[in-house]
């Protein structure tokens, strides 16, 4: 069973750009959460979809969106990039259910420059 | 709101035994998590504990909790090299997304 994809690995942007990041979920999987970490702090939560629409959003400004797809990829992108938005972006997939796991990619790393 | 904390740093020998800190806020979280990232990788699933359990052990991995005090512990026993890593400490409220500690970096020294 194929884990969850992220794409691109890596990607350099300068100032005032946007990007776009692909996350394709483990096959069945309906929730897609996107979290942003940085070594000053840690692991933030920026939005999580199910059945493609937006269910939970964290403390991030609109430059911050997503959207997730009939087939449950997802898709977030980053508009008018700042310096402060280098980080490596992890998405994770879940079912449904208590007790759910969030199984993780192995993230997209965004250097700004 | 929610808030999760954990030391940043722990330092052991191998073959000794570590134990990861954690505290929780929200009393609402039935599950509580353990999650490890190696270098260059996203996290992984460890372990996880439900809220009206007092202990879980799984091989080298004992997970305590304690709900008065919202107080989560990891402890892993006979600490390897390839335990090396940042492990954090999740907790899931009702309804709501994930909430993650900042990550305990464990240094295992040869």
């Known amino acids: 069973k194929a884990g969850v994809t992220q794409t691109p690995r890596y990607l350099i942007k300068t100032r005032g750009q946007q990007v776009t990041l692909s996350c394709s979920p483990i096959s069945g999987h309906r929730s897609v959460s996107w979290y942003q970490q940085t070594p000053g702090q840690g692991l933030q939560f920026l939005f999580e979809?199910?059945?493609?629409?937006?269910?939970n959003k964290g403390n991030f400004p609109g430059r911050f969106s997503g959207r997730q797809f009939s087939n449950s990829r997802s898709e977030m992108n980053v508009s008018t990039l700042e310096l402060g938005d280098s980080a490596l972006y992890l998405c994770?997939?879940?079912?449904?259910?208590?007790?759910?796991?969030?199984?993780f990619g192995e993230g997209s790393r965004l250097t700004v420059l | 709101g929610e808030d999760v904390e954990q030391s940043l740093f722990l330092s052991v020998r191998e073959g000794d035994s570590s134990v990861i800190n954690c505290t929780y806020t929200d009393s609402s979280s039935t599950y509580l998590y353990w999650y490890k990232q190696e270098p260059g990788a996203g996290l992984q699933l460890l372990t996880y504990i439900f809220s009206n359990m007092d202990m879980k052990q799984d091989q080298r991995l004992t997970v305590l909790l304690n709900k008065k005090d919202k107080h989560l512990s990891l402890r892993i026993a006979d600490t390897q090299t390839g335990d090396s890593a940042i492990y954090f400490c999740?907790?899931?409220?009702?309804?709501?997304?994930?909430?993650f500690g900042p990550g305990t970096r464990l240094s295992v020294l040869p």
């Open positions: 979809y199910f059945s493609e629409t937006q269910r």
């Open positions: 999740a907790e899931s409220p009702y309804g709501q997304n994930f909430v």
């Open positions: 994770a997939s879940s079912l449904e259910g208590p007790g759910r796991e969030l199984f």
